[in-house]
């Protein structure tokens, strides 16, 4: 596996989760699609998006509920295309959604490996891997919700996870979810007293690793606001792919504020 393959298959699978074409991706301009449920999704897609755009730097795509095709085609021809996710559109965009019940809201930034990059592991951290069976042992320590989902029973579920040890001490953990059958994403977690030491990068990059000597493409996602997720990607050899934004149900975004 090489970085050419590594983008090829992140784009594949954004062309099924969005209903598009791989090539709506690579051309400029933008694309808008009707949203549907196709097999080999990720597993977080559980119902048709209202409104899911991505955007790989080139050519932007929209996939939409049939209501609101008509406008998001005005929409996106109004905007280029990374000027759709700037915070005046966002605003436009809700005052829509509202009509539906909707609202703006997963803004998220999506790196990929970069494999020609040499990254830095701090020898001094004492590592261990555990395996998808192993995993649940982990669930005992439940400071790690960055890193591992802490639910054995969804389809989604932690596969893989490298621990971190300092002087005898768990210090973090990185871990990997099956997002779908070719992509498993990285989420890291490291307890306050040991960070700046090094651990996050060197358990996201033995990570990384070991996801792909398993065939499977890691992929790391952040909020565009998180600069110290987004930092530890950069150092961990990875870069920015693509970014995307989703629109849910406003009771499902009230639930999440605790509201």
Known sequence: MNNKDIWKIAMEQSAIDLNCKVTDFMNKGSTVVTSKLNEGRKKCYTKPMFCGLAYYG???VASV???IKEFMEGFVSRHSEYRCFDTP???VLNR???KY???VCFIAEFFLPDLE???LINENIEVKIFSEDEVLALYEDDRFHMA???NSDSDKKDVLAVVGYVNGKIAGVAGASNDCNKMWQIGIDVLPEYRRMGVASTLTKILTDEIIKLGKVP???TAWSNIASKGNAVKCGYKTAWVEMTAIDIEDAMKMIGE
């Open 58 to 60: 080139e050519g932007l």
């Open 65 to 67: 509920d049939e209501r």
């Open 89 to 91: 559109q966002l605003i």
């Open 96 to 98: 829509e959604f509202e």
């Open 101 to 103: 019940g909707k609202c």
């Open 117 to 119: 990059k040499q990254v």
């Open 148 to 150: 591992l989902g802490y």
């Open 219 to 221: 992929f790391y996602c």
